[in-house]
């Protein structure tokens, strides 16, 4: 590969994620020359796939609409949730910038966000957790208004997309869910694929874009609306250092390599290392091989930041409570013999399902996060025996709410059984032989969870009991919106393997996001924000949003300081 002359800016941006568009945008409104560069040949990276949602205590959506909470109410729910993973300084950074973050791209980027004043923290029983007014979510965007540059937006994941349209939380996906009980919601789904329909003939993809995908495209218009230059397909090979700092790095595109020069420093936003197999072998204990963990990241995120860091000096934070955002994932068959991997965060909570180990016993509240759900189920699996877990539930559920990639009605069920991703039995005996679960305990299971559940109690795991748990749950089951009876069959179950959104093991930084060497110095002119920083949570999940949350404002940070130095510099030099 040949190497063309020089180019220089004053911010290098490597990865296209919400952590590095926010530092790209951020840079480029206080006047700097801002070059992003990503290996895919669409931008976005998992934050196109995410739900987009981002924690930002005392946001200003939430003033706006009457909440005020004592700010040390936040900082105790992080204390327990956290422990020893607790970084004062860094929490500390983050609590101050992120509100601001909120406030500098409503006023002066297309970034727009809704509240989520009605979402309460993971954990209810912790002293602090909140109710609501912690998290915001990208407004949705009509897709049209980004121009040429749609076609360069990573589409959603096609596992959670429909036909691949978007469907966002709350009020949309309820429409969806009810479009057979409610003419209204028929209505509102016959609409949203028809526009969906129309937009496909018309520009190739779905223009309706909601949750992940919005963030992701209103950060690659506020980006190019300020001029910065975005290439895709341009890979980062190396870094480029002198006297200890870094000073850019060669980046391969058409074929050529070239040296780009940055003023003010290098962002590394690479989306961590949910497929770079060598480190998950190394990081991951149920993981001997590096291929047991199955991630909903985008498949290119293979790490390339964290080996970038490391090779000027930087460390990765291998000593998190977990190194990887933990999900429950099931594996869908697609043509052609690969799998693809869903992600289930929505229907564990409704009313009716339960989740087995081999052994047919219970093991998680179903209703708790994502996060607690693989956790448990690691602790529950014996050791050398396969991490597998089975979601079960009866017929009724399976067309109310569906089950994983298997859509409820009125779409047909008969392709994902044919296709071997939904197990079916007439009985739980049959069911379970087809799953290779142990049939009495999953009989005794059944019985025990029943005989609570018929009065809408679960005395086993106390599931619905606290508001994270209810607000996932289905409000038209009385008396507890999460817990209900599983029925006669036929039954369903689908296999659950370990996966995760995205990886918390990153590279050391401190409260600015410079990134740190061995001796807790920071390394001149190197930032590192989205998943390419070790996570600020210390590798536990106590809200939802707790990576997109620290992505936007690190990358805020590091736009804002960037140009407050290479100002600084400007003025030295000409005095």
């Not at 946001?59 to 020893?84: F, K, S, W």
């Not at 949750?211 to 895709?232: E, P, Q, T």
């Not at 341009?234 to 000073?247: C, E, T």
């Not at 934070?317 to 955002?325: E, R, S």
């Amino acid at each position: 590969m040949s190497t063309r002359s020089e180019e220089d800016c004053d911010l290098l941006v490597i990865g296209s994620g919400a952590g590095g568009l926010s530092a790209a945008v951020s840079a480029a409104w206080h006047g700097l020359k801002v070059l992003v560069v990503e290996k895919e040949p669409v931008f976005g990276g998992t934050t196109a796939w995410s739900g987009g949602w981002m924690w930002v205590p005392h946001n200003p959506l939430a003033r706006e609409a009457g909440i005020e909470e004592d700010g040390q109410a936040v900082r105790t729910y992080l204390r327990h949730e956290l422990g020893n993973h607790y970084d004062e300084a860094r929490i500390e950074s983050f609590l101050a910038a992120a509100p601001e973050m909120v406030s500098f791209f409503r006023q002066h980027t297309s970034v727009q966000f809704i509240d989520g004043n009605k979402i309460p923290d993971m954990h209810g029983n912790t002293p602090g957790a909140g109710l609501g007014g912690r998290s915001v979510c990208a407004a949705p965007i009509d897709g049209r208004e980004l121009g040429s540059l749609a076609t360069t937006l990573r589409p959603p994941l096609p596992e959670i997309s429909l036909l691949g349209m978007g469907i966002a939380s709350g009020a949309d996906f309820a429409h969806f869910l009810n479009a057979t009980r409610s003419w209204s919601s028929f209505g509102h789904v016959v609409r949203r694929i028809g526009r969906h329909a129309l937009d496909f003939v018309r520009h190739g993809r779905g223009m309706q874009l909601v949750n992940g995908n919005a963030l992701a495209a209103r950060l690659l218009k506020s980006a190019s609306d300020l001029g910065v230059d975005l290439r895709s397909k341009a890979p980062a090979r190396r870094l480029l250092s002198r006297d200890g700092a870094v000073i850019g790095a060669v980046v391969g595109h058409d074929g050529r390599e070239t040296r780009i020069m940055a003023r003010a420093g290098v962002v590394l936003a690479c989306g961590g290392f949910p497929h770079d197999y060598e480190r998950l072998r190394q990081l991951v204990p149920h993981n001997p091989t590096g291929r047991e963990h199955w991630s909903a990241a985008p498949r290119s995120n293979t790490g390339d930041g964290l080996r970038l860091g490391e090779s000027v000096g930087a460390l990765v934070d291998g000593g998190l409570a977990a190194p990887c955002a933990w999900a429950p994932v099931s594996l869908v068959p697609r043509r052609g013999g690969s799998f693809g991997h869903f992600p289930h965060l929505a229907e564990r909570a409704k009313p009716g399902l339960i989740a087995v180990t081999a052994d047919g016993c219970r093991f998680v509240n179903e209703a708790d996060s994502y996060y607690d759900y693989i956790d448990a189920m690691l602790k529950a699996v014996p050791p050398g025996a396969e991490p597998v877990s089975w979601l079960i539930c009866d017929h009724r559920f399976q067309r109310r709410y569906g089950l994983g990639f298997a859509k409820p009605a009125p779409l047909p069920i008969t392709p994902y059984i044919a296709s071997g991703y939904l197990k079916r039995g007439n009985t739980l005996e049959e069911l379970a032989r087809a799953c290779g679960i142990d049939p009495d305990g999953l009989n005794d299971t059944v019985a025990r969870y029943n005989e609570a559940a018929a009065q809408g109690r679960d005395p086993q795991f106390h599931r619905g009991e606290t508001p994270y748990n209810r607000m996932g749950g289905d409000w038209a089951v009385k008396p507890n919106p999460s817990v209900a009876p599983i029925g006669d069959g036929p039954f369903y179950a689908v296999r659950i393997v370990p996966g995760s959104l995205g990886t918390f093991a990153g590279l050391k930084t401190d409260e600015r996001a410079n990134v740190l060497d061995a001796q807790g110095r920071a390394i001149a002119g190197l930032f590192a924000v989205g998943a390419d920083m070790a996570s600020i949570m210390g590798g536990t999940y106590p809200a939802g949003g707790i990576n997109l949350g620290p992505a936007m404002t690190f990358g805020y940070l590091v736009g804002r300081n960037t140009a407050t130095n290479v100002g600084a510099r400007k003025v030295r030099a000409g005095s």
